[in-house]
């Protein structure tokens, strides 16, 4: 008899990943899953961490979403929303900003290194005269 945890899986199964929108920027996560879900993939290191009741009670995980084909933007939980293909996720609640802010941060290579910027600063203010 197995004493140990029981094997949940953690995603629903899936065989690919699917395009969704987030804030404008796209990302790729695996089909058949709830958004909270897809946003732990994305994210497995902070969404664990929030303040998330996973079952609609704490409002947490609210999001606004413009489905494909759809006119309008509506509010939804993204603990109950099933990701879809083209799904757009215009908003999001507090917590989900806190916890999905590391996937809006500038590439590495989109922000200048600090010595080269100076040394930028320099080589310009040596020039002038």
Known sequence: MNEGH???PLFRPY??????T????KFQIPENQI???AFQYLCPDTIPYGRYCWNEECQ???VAVKRPGADKVTQALSCKLIAEEGLEVQEL????TRNLRRL?????EETPCPK?????SQESGGKQG
């Open 6 to 8: 029981l094997e949940i």
């Open 15 to 20: 065989e690919k990943l699917i395009a969704i």
């Open 22 to 25: 987030i804030r404008g920027k």
């Open 35 to 37: 958004l909270l879900r």
């Open 60 to 62: 947490d995980c609210r």
């Open 93 to 96: 609640a507090d917590e989900l």
């Open 104 to 108: 809006f941060l500038p590439a590495p």
């Open 116 to 120: 080269e910027s100076e040394a930028r």
